[in-house]
């Protein structure tokens, strides 16, 4: 019986917390995302704002998915057909999408803030996410990368996330075109997640940012970051001079006219971390890390490196937590695209909000999400078809 209760309990809790969060989501995006529409307009931007969280939510496109939730919905409800729902997106402007968007973003994490969430110096990582395109490669910000899913094309995005458990938010996330340099996006970047209060005590980026512009601009940055170390000739000599008891050696990406320098902090694999094969060559056998940490912890505290670089995995996982809170399409519009996006990264925080709100509630730590993303989804449909009332018999 009182486990029956609690659960009954929990049920409740969540159901308000989602109601709550359900309100503030709508809110926040009818305050800073509005669709220009004709006077005689049978659709308020409150209609399109609403369909744009079920469509994103359901992971479905516009024509199907409208049609779907018109059929779920009474007749009295406004829901437009796909056609008109992207007619009144493709009328906003670029600027007005990502403005729109990133300020509805920001009050996410200025409510979070006045719960001190930000408080302590955080861990965060620097990573791009890519969408894959079909169609022509000449298309606006569509570039070229490793092939993935059939294709080589794809709209690619950079974001600056905080990788911590209990506090796992994406800051701050911008395109990347063929123009963009990586040192720059990740100065942007990291200057934007300050801008918000973020005081970070950590950086940490995959290998494709072991470059020495990258690694240059951290410096001047002065934060502390944790790179995997691309094995180049030069890495690879080290490695074939690794010696056990000093596992850190001062080294140079570049030449003495062009350079970085940094710690090499050199590992062995242990036997079950080798790859299964005839012969091992040295790349086999080591890996490093490129940081500017200090080398007394390669001493004291010899696992810490690697075991602090695992929390990166958190900003594959926050891509992939937005890849099922995103609208889909196969438009080649941008803007289109861009706001699905956007949206994806914004309920994706808010999902994060919703939980650190039910673990208020049910008076327990925040270290991993009790609300799965799912029934939040299922949550809020409810809400849009039903309203904010009890749960219909």
Excluded at 58 to 85: I, M, N, W
Excluded at 173 to 179: A, E, G, I, K, R
Excluded at 313 to 338: C, P, V
Aim: hydrophobic fraction near 40%; charge should be positive.
């Amino acid at each position: 019986m009182r486990s029956c209760a609690k659960t009954a309990e929990r049920k409740s809790k969540e159901r308000k917390v989602s109601g709550k969060v359900f309100k503030f989501t709508a809110d926040l995006l009818n305050k800073y995302l509005q669709f220009p529409s004709a006077k005689n307009s049978l659709y308020s931007s409150s209609d399109i704002n609403q369909c744009l969280i079920q469509l994103s939510l359901s992971q479905h496109y516009a024509e199907s998915g409208l049609a779907d939730l018109s059929e779920k919905c009474a007749p009295s409800s406004k829901v437009p057909t796909g056609r008109t729902f992207r007619g009144r997106i493709e009328r906003l402007a670029e600027k007005q999408i990502r403005d729109a968007l990133i300020q509805a973003n920001d009050q996410v994490l200025l409510i979070l803030r006045s719960y001190s969430i930000f408080r302590r110096r955080a861990v965060v990582a620097i990573d791009y996410t890519r969408q894959p395109f079909y169609g022509d490669p000449d298309t606006k910000n569509v570039i070229g990368g490793r092939q993935d899913r059939g294709t080589t094309w794809g709209y690619t995005y950079a974001s600056i996330d905080i990788v911590e458990a209990g506090r796992r938010l994406t800051i701050y996330s911008c395109t990347v075109n063929q123009f963009s340099e990586k040192a720059e996006i990740v100065r942007k970047l990291i200057f934007e997640a300050r801008a918000r209060g973020v005081h970070i005590s950590l950086v940490l980026l995959d290998r494709a940012f072991f470059t020495i512009d990258v690694i240059a601009t951290l410096k001047s940055l002065s934060v502390y970051f944790i790179i995997p170390a691309v094995k180049n000739d030069k890495v690879k000599e080290a490695m074939l001079n690794y010696d056990e008891e000093q596992q850190v050696k001062r080294f140079t990406l570049g030449n003495k006219r062009k350079g970085a320098a940094f710690n090499l902090y050199l590992y062995k694999r242990l036997a079950d971390q080798l790859p299964k094969k005839k012969k091992l060559t040295i790349s086999d056998l080591y890996f490093g890390f490129a940081t500017n940490l200090p080398r007394s912890l390669a001493t004291r505290l010899p696992s810490f490196i690697p075991s602090e670089y695992r929390r990166r995995w958190g900003i594959e996982t926050g891509y992939r937590m937005q890849d099922n809170a995103q609208a889909k399409t196969t438009s080649t519009n941008y803007k289109l695209r861009l706001l699905y996006q956007m949206v994806s990264v914004l309920l994706y925080n808010v999902w994060h909000y919703a939980n650190f709100l039910l673990c208020r509630a049910l008076k327990k730590t925040f270290d991993k999400p009790l609300l799965t993303l799912t029934r939040l989804a299922v949550h809020f449909e409810g809400f849009f078809i039903g309203g904010l009332g009890p749960p219909r018999h």
